[in-house]
Nanobody
Framework: QVQLVESGGGLVQAGDSLRLSCALSGLTFSNYGMGWFRQAPGKERAFVAAIRWRSDITFYANSVKGRFTISRDNAKNTVYLQMNNLRPEDTAVYYC??????????????????WGQGTQVTVSS
């Protein structure tokens, strides 16, 4: 079956860094675009970053531009999210997703067919 497993979350202080990983199985990894989303308590799931499956072009939410970097390693079936200079408002459960839809934008949840279970990131002030 298809599985996406996130890891790398934790409790950090403002200004610290974390690197999230998402391991994909059950799919041909190189044929899927990958995205990262996050959801804080009481808020809607929000787009963070995405990377195209073929061109590797990347997209970022304005709130994370210059601080977060998304990348992928096809040989390891893994996508990463490097998060630098974390802020308390970055606190959320972070989810990775895989999709092949081209009708919706890379930041739209409807683009993605498969989702991981999430990893908690908590940034103290």
């Amino acid at each position: 079956q298809v599985q996406l497993v996130e890891s790398g979350g934790g409790l950090v202080q403002a200004g610290d860094s974390l690197r999230l990983s998402c391991a994909l199985s059950g799919l041909t990894f190189s044929n899927y675009g990958m995205g990262w989303f996050r959801q804080a308590p009481g808020k809607e799931r929000a787009f963070v970053a995405a990377i195209r499956w073929r061109s590797d072009i990347t997209f970022y939410a304005n709130s994370v531009k210059g601080r977060f970097t998304i990348s992928r390693d096809n040989a390891k079936n893994t996508v990463y999210l490097q998060m630098n200079n974390l802020r308390p408002e970055d606190t959320a459960v972070y989810y990775c997703a895989a999709g092949r839809a081209t009708y919706y934008s890379d930041s739209d949840v409807r683009t993605y067919d498969y989702w991981g279970q999430g990893t908690q990131v908590t940034v103290s002030s």
